[in-house]
């Protein structure tokens, strides 16, 4: 590695080098799953190296964003082939860390010491969603505008504050051109400013502390691999067949633009949210008007708030686990909500 | 066996860096092919190039797409530029532009529009859309609104 | 002097409150309103009928057409001869009666100087007109279609001859067999125009520019046109074709044998939406009806639904071709804008077939054909890039499965080592 002497002359490069050799690698039935984090680490590079490059070309303003995505993908030689790259990486990335937060879950790997690297988890999944909702909106095509119209007008709902953040998310009483700009500057600056630090943090956590191993096999003296460079070169085989996975979806499935939003047209049928929104859009559509007290809708907000502030604090209310038992009922918990999710998304798709 | 193993090992060397290398190429190839400025100007919604003011004579037309639908530009006798949508109001047809009479006419069913866009003659029911006209440098540029 | 003076002044204060009266109108007597609205039911709501006419919103009154004095509360004196009163005008003395007004052009200036004054010496032209001249108490009169109180203006999509209304005011009449039969008409004509393209734009599609009865008969003039006039009354709309055929051989053919210009093959009430299928020498041509087999006229027509029918399918393989090339993915936008051309031009050709001149359709569809050409290439081109992008893409993916089994080799390589 004469490359690398040359560089270890000049800087300090060893504790680096160190910690990247330090960590080791499992080696179980599950351990399929330790490649999730990985894969959405190279997603999320695909993501803003494709949109970088967007960006070259795009237009955050409802008089010319519809027409410079078609732009991008007629006239600008393998536009196409980016924004393509861009919309497919993306459901590949919510996928990956859908998986790679629920393989967390089940292997309770959240407990001590982890807990932090888990929260930051939590947060990164929250801000790709968040990605996923202002980007959706950004080609200003019919289905995005009123899937942001409703997507929207849900928030409102939210106790006290909701009417707030929906005003300050549309930039005004409706969805229009101030919403455009402020969804852009959500998308391209303010979340991958938060989500480069969360990774960092993230992955600096990781190495630190190794891999986890499930509760259940901790006793047992397993197989290791070193992390680097067997594990890495692993890691790099699995990034080849995503990259190659996301070029295929993307040649033979390029997403359709639509036609352009017109603010003053009825809601077209069929208009629905991405996929990974499906199961709560589905549950506010299933709900009855009215669950005690509440609006239905808030119920349902209440719900999913506790869920989600839940989920960010499993490490310290799972208490089950941090006593030591084999077995955390909230793991149950887990398969219920996973499935309801399942099912409420396909049933979601049916009903569309 | 010594001369296997090193023959093995370059193998695989020169089969994974070949490779990588051979992606990169692929990777950046299309990056700097889509870096290149297009030929054509980013087509807004609210204004397109619509002629070189060579290509308009004094009393002549000419059709040119504006969005997805056809425009048509004017060069009036009396020297002025006016642009207008070219989709008659009657039924979709392209209208086009009457030399002789100095009228916007819709061959389908004869509606007439004056170089105003308001109906003069026929079924259409509304008048034509009008467009601004800009001069800049040698090229006529229309926008709406 | 002084007396003189005394009496002006007597005088102002006694008129004062009549002035004032004056100066609100409405305060103004009107004993005909009063009793007439304590009888108001049995006359059929005249009072109330007038509070939408437009007589009674430009400030006229009662009197002003019935005579009479409305000042009077004495039903001698107010609907004396003598102060003036006409009453209620026998039906067939109707026009006269409108017509003191209507036909005067100094009175009606004032309301409303673009208003005709023309209506009665129309109207005694019309047939309406002479029959009634003839003493016909059948036939209409102003407030036929009109009404008599509570007339509305034209241009009130309420009133009973707004041209969308029109139709049906007419049909009244004209479509009760009984009430007709004395004249010994069709009375089928509403039916017929309902179903035509005419009336399906008018009544069901509310297209005010379609026409209604009176747009081809006149209304105050209205009678049957003439064979000769027929191409006139359609040329007010179709002018082009009726241009195209009034240059072509068929005009001169049609004024030798006495038939109407559009109507021999367009119908006159019940005007079908035009179709291909008119043209040519197939089933449904209209072309045979005087067209022998191998005359002339015979293979002209076939020519032109030939050229016609040959445009007609290569529109429609460009819009498939440009179907297909949306549908895997590709950007057609261009393309759709020049498809339109060539169905404009497609429209053309249609028209054109007015001229009854093979050549001049021709000319237009061979330019149309050109169009659609370049629709198809540029489809194409769009099909072949999508085949090389899947080309390239499978290049990739080589590459890829490539790196990944060297690295799969050199993983195993590495840790047999060890």
Redesign the interface.
């Known amino acids: 590695m004469a490359s690398l002497d040359w560089i270890r002359k000049r800087f300090p490069i060893e504790p680096f080098e160190k910690l990247l050799r330090k960590k080791e690698v499992p080696v179980y039935r599950s351990n399929l799953f330790y490649y999730f984090g990985g894969i959405s680490l190279l997603l999320f590079g695909i993501q803003v190296f494709s949109g970088i ?1 967007l960006l ?2 795009y ?1 955050p303003h409802a ?2 964003a ?3 995505v ?2 991008i ?10 924004r393509s790259v861009h919309v497919w990486s993306a459901h590949l990335l919510i996928a990956s860390i859908f998986i790679h937060l629920f393989s967390t879950f089940f292997m309770r790997a959240y407990r001590f010491p982890r807990e932090f690297t888990w929260m930051t988890g939590v947060f990164l999944l929250m801000l790709c969603l968040g990605f996923g909702f202002t980007g959706y909106l950004l080609p200003w095509n019919e289905l995005s505008f009123f899937a942001t119209k409703v997507g929207t007008e849900i928030i409102a709902g939210v106790p006290a504050i909701g009417k707030f953040i929906q005003t300050v998310l549309r930039g005004g009483e409706e969805v229009g051109d101030a919403t455009l700009g402020r969804f852009f500057a959500l998308h391209v600056a303010l979340f991958p400013m938060m989500v480069t630090g969360l990774v960092l943090i993230h992955l600096i956590f990781i190495q630190f502390q190794g891999m986890s191993t499930p509760p259940a096999l901790e006793n047992k003296t397993l197989k290791t691999l070193p992390f680097f ?2 594990f890495i ?2 890691d ?2 699995v990034w ?2 995503t ?2 996975l996301v ?2 979806l993307a ?2 499935c ?1 997403p ?2 639509g036609a ?1 939003a017109d603010p003053f047209a009825p809601t077209p049928q069929g208009i629905r949210p991405e996929w990974y929104f499906m199961w709560m859009f589905q549950t506010l559509k299933m709900l009855p008007g009215h669950i005690l007290a509440l609006e239905g809708e808030q119920a349902a907000l209440l719900v999913m708030g506790i869920l989600g502030a839940g989920l960010l604090f499993i490490p310290w209310l799972d208490i089950w686990t941090r006593r030591g038992k084999r077995y955390s009922p909230l793991t149950y918990l887990g398969w219920v909500i996973l499935i309801y999710m399942i099912f409420t998304t396909i049933l979601g798709y049916l009903h569309s | 066996m010594l001369n296997r193993v090193m023959g093995r090992l370059d193998f695989i060397r020169i089969l994974v860096r070949g490779c990588f290398l051979a992606i990169l190429s692929m990777t950046v190839y299309p990056i700097l092919r889509y870096l290149t400025p297009p030929k054509f100007r980013l087509p807004r919604d609210v204004s397109v190039t619509a002629a070189k003011l060579s290509e308009v004579p004094p009393n002549t037309a000419k059709i040119f797409p504006f969005g997805s639908k056809p425009a048509i530009l004017i060069h009036t006798a009396s020297d002025e530029y006016k642009a207008f949508s070219a989709v008659c109001t009657h039924l979709n047809c392209t209208v086009q532009y009457d030399q002789k009479a100095s009228v916007i006419m819709c061959a389908c069913h004869n509606g007439r529009y004056g170089l105003d866009g308001r109906v003069i003659s026929g079924p259409p029911p509304r008048p034509l859309e009008e467009y601004k006209v800009a001069l800049r440098r040698d090229e006529i540029i229309v926008s709406k609104g | 002097m002084k007396i003189t003076y005394g009496y002006f002044l007597a005088l102002f204060i006694l008129l004062a409150p009549t002035m004032v009266l004056a100066e609100n109108g409405e305060q103004k007597k009107n004993s005909c309103v009063e009793c007439h609205k304590l009888i108001d039911d049995e006359n059929g709501g005249v009072v109330g009928l007038m509070a939408h006419d437009v007589h009674a919103q430009v400030g006229l009154s009662c009197a002003d057409c019935h005579g009479g004095d409305p000042s009077s509360d004495d039903i001698e004196v107010a609907k004396s001869p003598q102060k003036g009163f006409i009453g209620a005008p026998k039906r067939n003395e109707i026009p006269q009666f409108c017509a003191r007004c209507h036909a005067d052009p100094n009175y009606m200036r004032p309301f409303n100087p673009n208003l005709p004054t023309d209506q009665f010496s129309k109207y005694q032209t019309s047939e309406h007109g002479k029959r009634n001249a003839q003493g016909d108490d059948h036939v209409a009169v102003c407030s036929s279609c009109h009404g008599a109180h509570g007339i509305r203006r034209v241009n009130d999509p309420l009133s009973p001859i707004f041209k969308r209304n029109a139709p049906l005011t007419c049909s009244k009449c004209h479509s009760d067999p009984e009430y007709m039969k004395a004249y010994g008409i069709p009375t089928d004509q509403f039916e017929k125009y309902k179903k035509g393209v005419h009336g399906i734009l008018l009544l069901e599609k509310g297209n005010l520019g379609a026409p209604a009865c009176h747009s081809c008969h006149g209304s105050h003039e209205a009678s049957r046109p003439v064979e000769t006039s027929v191409g006139n009354v359609c040329a007010q709309c179709h002018t082009l074709n009726r241009d195209l055929f009034a240059a072509s051989p068929h005009k001169k053919a049609h004024d030798q044998m006495k038939v109407p210009e559009c109507a021999v093959c367009h119908e006159n009430h019940f005007i079908q939406k035009t179709s291909d299928d008119m043209l040519g020498t197939g089933p449904g041509a209209i072309c045979l009806k005087c067209h022998k087999q191998d005359s002339n006229g015979y293979h002209s027509a076939k020519a032109m639904r030939g050229f016609i029918e040959d445009l007609k399918g290569q529109v429609s393989q460009a819009e498939t071709a440009v179907v297909q090339a949306e549908h895997i993915g590709m950007d057609m936008s261009d393309s759709r804008v020049e498809l339109d051309q060539a169905v404009t031009l497609l429209t053309k050709a249609r028209s054109y077939v007015h001229s009854f001149s093979p050549p001049k359709i021709e000319s237009i569809t061979k330019e149309g054909k050109t169009v659609a050409d370049h629709v198809k290439q540029a489809a194409k081109t769009a099909r072949a890039q999508w085949v090389t992008r899947r080309k390239g893409l499978w290049v990739a993916i080589l590459f890829l499965i490539l790196l990944a089994a060297g690295l799969f080799l050199d993983i195993r390589r590495r840790e047999k080592k060890s």
């Open positions: 490059l070259f070309y237009s008089g010319g519809y027409e410079s078609r732009f993908m007629n006239k600008v030689q393998f536009g196409w082939l980016i460079p067997n070169l692993r790099c085989i080849s067949l990259l190659g070029l295929v040649v033979y390029p359709p633009l352009k």
